[in-house]
């Protein structure tokens, strides 16, 4: 599975888009994009997925840029709730690794008021 | 509520002991998967079941054992504990539709706390 790497931390204030970027240069033809958050030590939440157009979605959208190599979350209006750590992972479609989902260190959201 | 869920939501024993993690997946959802998640390791993948059958392995001990029900619920068995075996698991699941060329998407229990004393 490709690698991931996202800023470690990111602030944004309430009521603002929050932009979170992730990197995956290495991601292969049939890797997806996923973006999941975690709030204190509560369940991964899913939030979008994606594989080559843009996505959007009741929670947020994804912008995947037209090389595939980077792609950008977006909360379109932060609350104190969007508080979390944020993770991008590159899932494999088929193969050997189906199934495994591979979190990285994730980005630290926090919203101010 | 993700619809996965998972009992106990915390346990508490001591060293040598085993112990029993259950989680019942989404209706309809074939597949169960097993994350440990320590404040040293990050979130990591375990295993997965599918319909029954073990499907994918990940950094699984060998004193660690899992397995997944007719009625597709699914326990992990934590046997001959360390302290280090302290963390969240969390269980998730999906549908898996099977096809090479397709994804699914997870969605997680909120977790099992195990502390080892």
């Known amino acids: 599975d490709a690698k991931t790497t996202q800023p470690t931390s990111m602030d944004c204030a309430e009521g603002r888009a929050a932009n979170l970027p992730c990197n995956h240069s290495?991601?292969?033809?049939?890797?997806?994009v996923y973006w999941y958050r975690q709030i204190h030590s509560q369940g991964p939440q899913y939030i979008i997925h994606?594989?080559?157009n843009n996505e959007t979605n009741e929670m947020a959208s994804l912008i995947i840029t037209e090389d595939r190599k980077s792609s950008t979350l977006i909360l379109p209006h932060a609350t104190l709730r969007d508080t979390a750590v944020y993770y991008c992972?590159?899932?494999?479609?088929?193969?050997?690794?189906?199934?495994?989902?591979?979190f990285g260190q994730g980005t630290i959201l926090t919203v101010h008021p | 509520d993700s619809g996965v869920t998972q009992t106990p939501k915390h346990l508490i024993t001591a060293t040598g002991q085993r112990v029993t993690l259950r989680c019942s997946p989404r209706?309809?959802?074939?597949?169960v998967y097993w994350y440990q998640q320590s404040l040293d390791q990050g979130l990591q993948f375990l295993i997965q079941y599918y319909n029954g059958e073990e499907r994918a392995k990940g950094n699984i001990l060998e004193r660690f054992s899992a397995q997944q029900f007719p009625d597709l619920h699914s326990e992990l068995n934590l046997s001959s504990l360390e302290l280090g075996d302290s963390a969240l698991y969390f269980c998730a699941s999906s549908v898996t539709t099977g096809e090479l060329r397709s994804t699914d998407t997870q969605y997680f229990g909120p977790g099992t706390r195990l502390t080892v004393l």
């Open positions: 992972i590159a899932v494999n479609a088929g193969g050997t690794s189906y199934g495994k989902l591979t």
């Open positions: 290495t991601i292969s033809g049939n890797e997806y």
């Open positions: 209706s309809g959802d074939l597949s």
């Open positions: 994606g594989l080559k």
